[in-house]
């Protein structure tokens, strides 16, 4: 594009933004608070979703030996656990260690009427590479040799899985939603503005202007309303998500929040991409139909 060109469609563009100044600012409002309800929505979601992995992260298989295996057939069990492609660690404890962690917490007294004995079995820790292998993996881990009994909690399980999926889905339909709602206005916009340029268009049109020219002034115009919403909502989601990461981490640090820069950076560079985005896509949505004619 020349200079000429540019200017031309820089001054189009701010003509048009002066001339439609109500409803150029309808369509950055929406937008901006489109983007601010994205933004805490991804937030939201990327915080449940971290949450949620570091919950399957803690899901063990409680894998109990029978009390007449030796130490040698526990480790065979343990290394022949260890082979099973969904496994991702196994950790052994022994009855012996099993017996001090009961005898640090409860009364010696009680130990001591054991009469020597130990009746506990080995215990080996298994966790799978992924949540939702933990059923197969629990069921291969059952029908190894010298295994007693098997636990995992299986219904936690499934209700994390299925609570990570709902979030998920969730999430990207609110995406999608808000983002046709900022689309759909922006297109109305510059549909205003292109019926009361119609003949000023069919004109350039007929002295031979290309589509290209005559879209370059409504494209610019459609990202720059989009643009300005998102550095709108962009101001307003940042500011509210890092105080609330710092009244959480003064006040309730119980509560596990997400306190990651690359995030809040990455955040930040898709609100402005998504409101860019938005209006170019407003304005060509617009002029489509219009510029078939």
Known sequence: ??????????????????????????????????????GFALTLVYNTT????????????????????T???????????????????????????????????????LIDNLGGDNPLPDKLTVKASKVDQVKLLAGKVAKVQGVDKVQYGNGVVDQIIAFTHWVRWIGISLIGLLGLASI????????????????EIQIMKFVGATDWFIRWPFLMEGMLMGLVGAIISTGIVVYGYTSLISYLHNHL??????????????????????????GSLGS????RKFLRA
């Not at 000429?4 to 937008?31: D, F, G």
């Not at 922006?186 to 009361?196: D, G």
């Not at 060509?284 to 002029?287: I, N, P, R, T």
């Open 184 to 199: 759909v206005l922006i297109s109305i916009t510059i549909k205003f503005t292109v019926l009361a340029r119609r003949r």
């Open 1 to 38: 594009m020349s200079l000429n060109s540019l200017r031309y469609v820089l001054k189009e563009t701010l003509i048009s933004l002066r001339r439609n100044a109500w409803m150029s600012l309808a369509s950055v409002a929406t937008v901006a608070i489109s983007l601010v309800i994205l």
């Open 50 to 69: 971290q949450m949620a992995a570091n919950i399957e992260s803690d899901i063990e298989i409680s894998t109990f030996m029978r009390t007449d295996q």
């Open 284 to 287: 060509m949505a617009s002029l």
């Open 71 to 109: 130490p040698e057939q526990v480790l065979q069990a343990k290394a022949e656990i260890e082979k099973l492609p969904e496994v991702r660690s196994v950790d052994l404890v022994t009855k012996e260690k099993a017996l001090e962690q009961i005898r640090a917490t409860l009364s010696s007294e």
């Open 253 to 278: 640090a119980f509560i596990p929040v997400v306190n990651d820069p690359i995030f809040v950076r990455n955040l930040v560079l898709l609100l402005l991409g998504s409101g860019a985005l938005i």
